[in-house]
RNA sequence: GGAGUCGGCCAGACAGCCGCCGCGCGGGCAACCGCGCGGAGGAAAGUCCGGGCUCCACAGGGCAGGAUGCCAGGUAACGCCUGGGCGCUAUAAGCCGGGGACGCGAGUCCCCGACCCAAGGCGACGGAAAGUGCAACAGAAACAUACCGCCGAUGGCCUGGACUUUGACGCGCAAGCGGCAAAGUCCUUCCUUUCAGUGGGUGUGGCGAAAGCCAUAUACGCCAAGGGAACGGGUCAUGCGCGUCAGCGCAUGGCCAAUCCCCGCAAGGGGAUGGGCACAGGCAAGGGUGAAAUCGUGCGGUAAGAGCGCACGGCCGCGCCGGCAACGGCUGCGGCGGGCAAACCCCAUCCGGAGCAAGGCCAAAUAGGCAGACGUUGAGGCGGCCCGCCGAGUCUGCGGGUAGGCUGCACGAGGCGAUGGGCGACCAUCGUCCCAGAUGAAUGGCUGUCCACGACAGAACCCGGCUUACCGGCCGGCUCCCACU
């Protein structure tokens, strides 16, 4: 199923957020961030940041993380082989959310074809 | 049917598609795939109480510390719940009284006041005659206090001094002497008064950095004007004292008058008193202050007053009766200088500590390494101290290694139903059901239909409570009112 969306296409390691963030391929805007690397796999996963600070109850938090995770299990296929991070920097309506984070997505994936094609090298060859 | 109040229940529904987590079955070496079932809340929240569970000597004694605090019951336990007691308390109706409007009238309506006060609500609700302490501001006083005020019983002080003139009187031969009375002057002192002036003080307003200045008000003082300064009603009798005498003082009594109180419709009757001041003193009634002022009201009583006495009421203790008890009732006896214990404190009851990152297992790790200190004459541990107990390793530094998985982890003080017991919380028996277990953290998205247009909000070891947040809907109990039978 090309939808479906596993416990392993989540991400929880420290490391695997770090080099993501390192890979500096960034894109959205306003109150969302979208951050991109490739991963060397044949399938794309998701990380997401939504902190206590910027929603203070649970169900709120609850309800950011599913409308992304929503959102990328939709467009997954077109990002096999990235991990994907979202976070939240300010709180914004529900709809302006979804917006940036499909923009945000295709910002992400554009820069990390163009950042392999002028590495020339391997894909995946990052520490 | 309406109003009020209390309690319980629900928390958008249905269908299709795409997804997420767990369990069971089947397939596959495995990753995984298919099917079926299940998948947040009344508060899952705050983490405020109580317990289970786990580990820490054997969880044991004392001190310290903490918590609780009307009584009885329920419970595993509680600061919770149920029932009861006590105290405080809201509004409507009702009833009573008064007034008004309308009506021929029965009456109806409205307004005001008082009474009684529903279902309910609220209460850290043990002890203040064991002790220590506290009470801002205001007020005289929050402690033994007196500002205004009341009194004049008791003690005290004053009711004046100097001078001039006149008069009658007494004594004396006379000169003169004696007190008395009247008029006047001055001093002293007291009271009253008002305009102007003036002095210090206080309040208010303005200016000023401040010192202060100015304005105004107020009572007081000075000044000014006016008024007063009394041996205590009068008289008679008797007795005593002093004086040479005139006379004076004290006591008792009679009559007439004055003032006050009481009785009486009145006439009148009865009783008390005998100058002033308020310095000492007496009082705590009234005013004023305050959250609170020494028990409330009335009568007696008194110089004025006061639980000082009495009646009724209130409070405390003893006794008797009812109740398991809190408590209630009663007459009898004794007593009555308050408040705060959410100040310390006293009394009673309870509490060992730490928490699922508890704790256990597996895997991995050059490797359970090196150095120092203290230790069976007791290191260290039992997370405050002592006793008591366990007891052979413990601590520090250097150098390194892991920080992955499983378990705990969901059958429980469990839900639902029936029967029985209990006013009730709840308990007992029987039947039936299995109902979330994530861990970078699962319940969502899209489409359609319907309606009352959807609040607060997400399990993290588990339960029982409390508290807080919340759009609305449904049901029931109780009280009052209206209508019908």
Same mark, same amino acid.
């Given at each position: #199923?090309?939808?479906?969306?596993?416990?392993?296409?989540?991400?929880?390691?420290?490391?695997?957020?770090?080099? %993501?963030?390192?890979?500096?391929?960034?894109?959205? /805007?306003?109150?969302?961030?979208?951050?991109?690397?490739? =991963?060397?796999?044949?399938?794309?996963?998701?990380?997401?940041?939504?902190?206590?600070?910027?929603?203070?109850?649970?169900?709120?938090? =609850?309800? %950011?993380?599913?409308?992304?995770?929503?959102?990328?299990? #939709?467009?997954?296929? &077109?990002?096999?082989?990235?991990?994907?991070?979202?976070?939240?920097? &300010?709180? #914004?309506?529900?709809?302006?959310?979804?917006?940036?984070?499909?923009?945000? #997505?295709?910002?992400?994936?554009?820069?990390?074809?163009?950042? &392999?094609?002028?590495?020339? /090298?391997?894909? /995946?060859?990052?520490?």
């Amino acid at each position: #199923m090309p939808f479906a969306f596993g416990r392993h296409k989540k991400m929880r390691k420290t490391d695997e957020f770090s080099s %993501v963030f390192r890979f500096r391929c960034v894109g959205g /805007g306003g109150g969302l961030s979208v951050l991109a690397a490739p =991963n060397g796999l044949d399938y794309a996963r998701l990380g997401l940041i939504v902190p206590k600070r910027i929603i203070a109850t649970a169900v709120g938090r =609850n309800r %950011v993380k599913r409308l992304l995770r929503e959102n990328f299990r #939709m467009r997954q296929d &077109a990002l096999a082989g990235l991990d994907i991070i979202a976070q939240l920097k &300010a709180a #914004m309506a529900e709809d302006a959310l979804i917006e940036t984070f499909r923009a945000g #997505m295709l910002q992400c994936k554009t820069c990390a074809e163009n950042r &392999a094609r002028r590495a020339d /090298g391997p894909t /995946g060859s990052r520490t």
